[in-house]
């Protein structure tokens, strides 16, 4: 009996060290494969660096799209920058109050047109900008026979004036709005037949423009009333600049025939005085003497047509004469039915 209790003892022990051997083996074949794991994956990661790590590679191609998005967006929209120092305000586009807010700016544009109108300290309108003009169109957009907007334009100080239109700095059919950001005090013939009105009209018939600017200055500070207005547009790559002082074209070109005029005669007579005792009379002498040119050009107007205007003190042989561009009214017939006995100087 106590010999089988140590042989079975014998077995037991026999079994346990196999165990215990297959255990050790079973051991260092897991760490064979978890180095040789290693080793493929260190191997992958020098031959494919941006796919040995999956997360890694995400991270990867977020940091490059954004780099990428960051390079095709502009930085910063173009209103940004010229906002700076102002208070973005919203009027309604018919506002008929003549108020304006000091410092801010107003968008003028009809609809979702991009006009933006800024004021000064002193609630003067200084400058009005657009990236592009879009023409009114009465076939989408709500307007009146007259070709408005608004039926009527804001009270701005000075607009009482009966000398004075309630102009705007970008027209009805240019998509401007009627409020007081967009409207000054400007004399009536220069809004409807001087440069204003011809502005205009050059973008209209080249439908829009880009890159329009428009600063307007004041003679003082307390007054809404401007004296001179300055126009940059661009149109079809020719950048155009126009600059006017808020005045009656027509008086002006006036007094400028009226100088010229009395220039030339101040001229005439210096030049003629030696030659008094060869003509029969003073209207002659000035006539003959003053230059060849002058005397067949005159003959010449007495025979066809000449031009004049109602103030002028000259009369033109050409319609196209640079002194008559501003003239609202302008009158041809006979140089007899013009009553003028002076010719322009830039005509002949």
């Given amino acids: 009996m106590k010999k089988n209790t140590k042989k079975f003892s014998s077995l037991i022990a026999v079994i346990f060290a196999a165990l215990l051997i297959g255990i050790t083996i079973l051991s260092n074949n897991t760490d ?3 180095y040789s794991a290693g080793n493929s994956k260190d191997e992958i990661t020098a031959t494919d660096k941006g796919s ?3 997360s890694k590679k995400d991270t990867a191609e977020d940091d490059k799209e954004t ?11 173009w209103t940004e920058d010229i906002f700076a120092g102002y208070t973005l305000i919203e009027v309604d586009g018919g506002d008929l109050s003549g108020h304006r807010e000091p410092n801010v700016v107003v968008d003028i544009g009809f609809g979702d047109r991009e006009y933006y ?5 002193y609630g003067q309108l200084v400058k009005v ?3 592009e003009i879009i023409l009114q ?4 957009e709500p307007v009146t026979s007259s070709g408005r907007y608004y039926r009527d334009e804001a009270k701005v100080p000075g607009v009482e004036s009966k ?4 102009g705007h700095v970008i027209a009805d059919s240019l998509g401007g709005v009627s409020n ?3 409207i000054t005090p400007q004399n009536s013939t220069l809004n409807r037949h001087g440069d204003q009105a011809y502005m205009e009209k050059v973008i209209r018939d080249a439908g829009g423009c880009t890159d329009f600017v428009a600063i307007i200055t004041y003679p003082n500070t307390t007054t809404q009333i401007p004296s001179h207005y300055s126009y940059t547009y661009t149109i079809k790559g020719n950048v155009i600049k126009d600059e006017f002082d808020n005045i009656n074209p027509d008086e002006y070109n006036a007094s400028l025939e009226s100088n010229t005029s009395t220039s030339n005669s101040n001229s005439s007579s210096n030049t003629t005085a030696p030659a008094e005792n060869s003509s029969s009379g003073s209207n002659t002498t000035t006539t003959v003497d003053s230059s060849n040119t002058s005397s067949n050009a005159g003959s010449t107007s007495t025979a066809g047509t000449v031009y004049w205007t109602p103030n002028g003190k000259s009369y033109h042989t050409t319609k196209d004469c640079s002194t008559l561009s501003r003239s609202k009214t302008i009158l041809e017939g006979t140089l007899e039915e013009s009553g003028k006995s002076d010719p322009c100087d830039r005509c002949h």
């Fill in 180 to 182: 007081a950001y967009n």
């Fill in 67 to 77: 780099e990428n998005s960051s390079k095709e967006e502009p930085s910063t929209d």
């Fill in 117 to 121: 109108a800024f004021t000064n300290e």
């Fill in 32 to 34: 064979s494969e978890h």
């Fill in 129 to 131: 900008i657009a990236k």
């Fill in 52 to 54: 040995a790590d999956p």
């Fill in 163 to 166: 000398n004075l239109d309630e």
């Fill in 137 to 140: 169109d009465d076939s989408t």
